[in-house]
């Protein structure tokens, strides 16, 4: 599916957040390790979830849809091995963290994905459930994975070596799974919507010495079941309407219930740090999730550098932000971002790729972008192309509104995994995007 973006005049009105994808793929897991009876509200029914949720069905899970919700039944039965190929379509988070869930069940499952996962990097997971006491056979660190009934040993002790927040949270769930002990070392902090959530149904997890950055030790305690639990806006959709309104003109829009989570909003300090006018209102708590209302207008952006210790908790948003420095006064760089290069696509290249077709002057690293921010209309007949990736789509899709005649970007078909309401939302604030052959 190919999208054309056209150039407005300005953006106004308000709207609601959709779900959280990474804490819908979360609850849709430590739900089932719960076992009661429960509602979700705020599901994200987009690919991704709807992956993992199919994934723990094949285990003996018990979730259906119901309207606007999720419900979970309590199992008569223990997990089961799993009755087909568990297929995580493109989710890495739903491969990664089902991988945990599955080692520390001590079930059989057999995980496969679409072209894009098979390729993304699975030894990160792999090597230390391995050393937790997985028996994992895979295709030389990539999918298909063939886990075997485990035995994972107890008070395993694990220094990550690179800042993820999707390590962290499979090898958390394989502890919890098989009723163990983990303590684990992050050098950098990563998302936390894992151990929040551990805590909000009853976990104990102790973080030590404050001064002691990223050390986080689980005590295992039987979670506590509840009958409700409510999803937040996620921040990484919110990300898009947020630059939409700061480069175009005359633009005022309200973002509703957006979750405000400090390990991963750290985008909105980047843009405030480039002048962007960004208000929080109506703050309060969700399920243990910080949530609230924004509130974003028209902003004259200045580049800066972005501090590389923040640079975990935006890797998601980079691309988004690679477009709000376009148009922002001066030069941007964003360093120490190779994870990027294993995502969806390598998102490096592909940003690259498009500001090249922009005519946007910058420089490509082993490990990031600096971008010559034109504050100009961009003139341009070039298409885009997303490369299958869906942060790639949305954001050169949000570029086409400072166009001289709109922008088309190829390939937007995985949008639908992660912001399926993404076109509706965007032209009910004043956006064109269309579909285009």
């Known amino acids: 599916m190919n ?26 897991i430590i739900g089932s390790l719960l076992n009661c009876d429960m509602e979700i509200e705020g599901f994200l029914d987009a690919y991704d979830p709807n992956s993992t949720l199919n994934a723990l069905n094949k285990i003996g899970a018990s979730i259906k849809k119901n309207h606007n919700s999720i419900v979970l039944t309590k199992r008569t039965n223990a997990f089961i091995d799993a009755s087909d190929e568990l297929d995580l379509g493109n989710s890495g988070t739903g491969a990664r963290l089902m991988l945990g869930l599955v080692s520390g069940l001590g079930i059989n499952a057999n995980f496969i994905g679409d072209s894009s996962l098979s390729e993304r990097p699975m030894s990160r997971v792999i090597d230390p459930l391995r050393e937790m006491g997985a028996l994992i056979d895979s295709n030389n660190g990539k999918l298909p994975i063939n886990v075997i009934k485990s035995n994972i040993i107890n008070s395993y002790s694990y220094k990550l070596p690179i800042a993820s927040a999707q390590v962290k949270s499979c090898l958390l769930l394989a502890a919890i799974a098989s009723k163990n002990d983990i303590n684990l070392i992050e050098p950098k902090i990563t998302r936390d919507h894992t151990e929040r959530m551990i805590e909000y149904f009853g976990g104990v997890i102790d973080y030590g010495d404050a001064s002691k950055v990223g050390n986080i030790e689980l005590s295992y305690r039987e979670l506590q079941p509840k009958s409700n639990y409510q999803i937040v806006g996620d921040f990484s959709s919110a ?13 005022e829009v309200l973002i509703k ?11 909105l300090k980047v843009l405030q740090m480039m002048g962007a006018e960004i208000q929080i209102t109506q703050s309060k708590e969700v399920c243990n999730e910080k949530v609230g209302d924004i509130i974003v207008k028209s902003s004259n952006l200045e ?10 908790n935006i890797i998601d948003e980079i691309p988004i932000l690679s477009i709000a420095a376009i148009f922002a006064k001066g030069k941007t760089i964003i360093k120490n971002a190779s994870e990027l290069k294993v995502k969806e696509s390598d998102r490096l290249s592909a940003i690259s790729n498009g500001l090249d077709k922009l005519n946007i ?11 010559h921010g034109n504050n100009d ?5 070039e298409v885009i192309d997303s490369f299958g990736d869906h942060r790639i789509a949305m954001s050169f899709l949000i570029a086409g509104t400072r166009t001289k005649n709109g922008l088309m970007v190829k390939n937007c078909g995985n949008i639908k995994t992660s912001f399926p309401s993404f076109k ?8 064109k995007i269309d579909e285009k052959n």
């Open 3 to 28: 999208l054309e973006s056209k150039p407005i005049k300005h953006l106004e009105g308000e709207i609601i957040c959709p779900g959280d994808k990474s804490i819908s793929q979360r609850i849709l």
């Open 239 to 251: 990300a898009f309407v947020i630059v939409a309104s700061l480069i175009s003109n005359d633009s």
């Open 257 to 267: 219930n957006v979750g405000l989570n400090e390990t991963r909003s750290g985008l």
């Open 303 to 312: 580049g800066i550098k972005v501090p590389d210790s923040i640079i975990p």
């Open 361 to 371: 002057s910058h420089e490509l690293f082993d490990d990031g972008l600096s971008i």
């Open 377 to 381: 209309i961009l003139d341009t007949s």
């Open 424 to 431: 509706d939302i965007m032209n009910s604030i004043g956006m």
